[in-house]
């Protein structure tokens, strides 16, 4: 029988980029909680206001913890898992609502 620890010691490491920094989280979560356990201070910056943003719900309602995922913007890190190199940066300010490569 599977205890905490041995679930624990199944799980692959996968390694991310967030802001050009390497960081670690476990298969099966989501960028979210990777870049809540690296501490990374802030997710991305408001399009009205300017101020720092930060994930609030972890459940894909607030939009929050919008992040730039391999260059596609508008990503809630909260309903992504992560996937190995990954290249995520903060989002700043408004991006456009349709990847660049389907807008006209
Ligand atoms: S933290 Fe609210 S949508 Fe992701």
């Not at 910056?45 to 919008?66: A, H, N």
């Not at 913007?73 to 990847?99: D, Y």
Request: overall charge positive.
């Amino acid at each position: 029988m599977n205890n905490r620890h041995d679930v624990i010691e199944q799980v692959s490491p996968i390694n991310l980029v967030f802001e050009g920094h390497a960081i670690s989280a476990q298969e099966g979560e989501t960028v979210v909680t990777a870049l809540l356990a690296a501490n990374p201070g802030y997710t991305g910056t408001s399009p009205v206001s300017g101020r720092r943003r930060g994930p609030y719900c972890l459940m894909g309602v607030c939009f929050e913890c919008l992040v730039e995922i391999d260059g596609l913007p508008n990503q809630r890190a909260c309903m992504v898992l992560v996937r190995g190199n990954m290249t995520i940066r903060r989002q700043n300010g408004l991006r456009p609502l349709k990847p660049r490569g389907l807008q006209k």
